[in-house]
Nanobody
Framework: QVQLVESGGGSVQAGGSLRLSCAAS????MGWFRQAPGKEREFVAA???????????DSVQGRFTISRDKRDNAKNTAYLQMNNLKPEDTAVYYC?????????????????WGQGTQVTVSS
């Protein structure tokens, strides 16, 4: 059973930055999704198990950066650095991992999910 533990959410003013972390057991593709009130969950970013390939939603391209730390092969951590945050980025952010290719996460694929962390951006 893969376990995902997220941290790093919070409140920030527009233009500010936050960094989310997700500690996962196992080496799989990892990604971030978000869900705003009254909206469906949407893909944000994904990274391959090697870290060599990354994917972003158009709405965050150039502002968010996904990365991962695999120094311990039994456990690895993914990060989502969020810069120039906008009020429309306000949502619960979920970390996810999949045994499939990272590119499949663009279509909403996720086999395991974290508990979610709130990000609130005020104008």
């Amino acid at each position: 059973q893969v376990q995902l533990v997220e941290s790093g959410g919070g409140s920030v003013q527009a233009g500010g930055s936050l960094r989310l972390s997700c500690a996962a057991s196992g080496l799989y593709a990892m990604g971030w999704f978000r869900q705003a009130p009254g909206k469906e969950r949407e893909f944000v970013a994904a990274i391959s198990w090697s870290g060599g390939s990354t994917y972003y939603a158009d709405s965050v391209q150039g502002r968010f950066t996904i990365s991962r730390d695999k120094r311990d092969n039994a456990k690895n951590t993914a990060y989502l650095q969020m810069n120039n945050l906008k009020p429309e980025d306000t949502a619960v952010y979920y970390c996810s991992t999949t045994t499939q290719a990272a590119a499949t996460m663009r279509g909403g694929r996720g086999d395991y999910w974290g508990q979610g962390t709130q990000v609130t951006v005020s104008s």
